[in-house]
Each structure stands twice: as structure tokens, then as C-alpha cells.
């Protein structure tokens, strides 16, 4: 095993913060870089379109937008590398989990995951769930070692891919 798989390396430069809606304009450029490579492993997605006014749609719709930010010198003083997000369903769900290529294996949507699966355990949650593509190469596996199961994998007439549904169960709030 490769020391970069125990010790991720992250910039220390890093903050994970809630998003604003002045954010939009950088999560949408996230998302469209971040889900180009699913759909060049052949999973349509509309994230690799989606533009700011949208992003800006689903900061104010219910739930709760993350994002990892790094801070940068010059006339960009942030800058968004990875989202997350998490809606406050019967069950709360996340979606959206998205980190630029440059910055993947760094531990970022591991950290990300970590503090929707807070924020829902803080809420009193006791469950988490997600929905990923069924046949992914390394997503049920990565979801996997983070403690999801399947739970279910609905039809997805629409689609050329499945779908499974998985869960977490979240302990007590954590510090």
C-alpha cells in the first residue's frame, strides 16, 4: 500500500465551511470538472452542465451545501475544490459529493462525508443514506470502508446504469 492511501496529504489551507450563495459560480465549475470523468466511464449526469443560477437554486432550497475551500493569493481568494450535500429528507440523503481532479486522493471528500455525516448526527439522525451508481468501479467500495450499506437499488428505467441505495447508521453526536 502506497503511503499516500494511509497519510492523505491535505493542504493546511483547507476549510470546510457551509456554502453562500456567493459560492454558486465555483460549485457549478466543481461539479462540471469533478462528474466529467463519470461521464467518460459512459454515467450521463447533468451535473457536467449545470451552471451557476442553478447551484444558486439549490443554496436556497432546504438542506444544507458544504464546501472545501482553499484559500489562494491574488484575485481569486478562494477557491472551491469539493461540495457536498446534504438534504434534510425523512431520512436525510447526501448528494452531490464532488472534488476536483487535481485535488482527489487527498482526503477531501472523505472530509466532506465526515462533516455532512456530523451535521446530520448533531440533528439527532440516527441514519444516512446515498444513492451511487451500481456498477462504479471504486465508489461502493470507497462508500464501503466508510461504514454504507445497501439498502436498496431501485429501478432506473431511465438511465443505462443502476442505481443502489446505500446507509449509514450514525452514532451519537460526535465533538
Do not use: N
Request: glycine share 6%.
Amino acid at each position: 500500500m502506497r503511503l499516500e492511501r494511509l497519510c492523505p496529504v491535505v493542504s493546511l489551507d483547507l476549510q470546510i465551511r457551509r456554502a453562500v450563495a456567493d459560492d454558486a459560480t465555483d460549485i457549478a465549475r466543481c461539479y462540471r470538472r469533478a462528474y466529467a470523468t463519470a461521464t467518460e466511464r459512459g454515467y450521463r449526469t447533468r451535473l457536467t452542465d449545470v451552471d451557476a443560477e442553478t447551484v444558486a437554486d439549490w443554496l436556497e432550497a432546504d438542506g444544507a451545501t458544504l464546501v472545501a475551500v482553499e484559500a489562494g493569493v491574488g484575485p481569486e481568494a478562494e477557491s472551491v475544490v469539493g461540495t457536498i450535500r446534504l438534504l434534510e429528507d425523512a431520512t436525510p440523503t447526501v448528494e452531490r459529493l464532488a472534488v476536483v481532479p487535481e485535488r482527489r486522493q487527498e482526503g477531501i471528500a472523505a472530509q466532506l462525508l465526515e462533516r455532512a455525516e456530523r451535521l446530520a448526527s448533531d440533528r439527532g439522525e440516527h441514519r444516512l443514506r446515498l444513492a451511487t451508481f451500481d456498477e462504479h468501479p471504486f465508489l461502493l467500495e470507497w462508500y464501503a470502508r466508510r461504514g454504507y450499506r445497501t439498502v436498496d437499488c431501485p429501478d432506473k428505467p431511465a438511465v443505462a446504469y443502476g442505481i443502489v441505495l446505500l446507509e449509514k447508521c450514525l452514532g451519537p453526536a460526535q465533538a
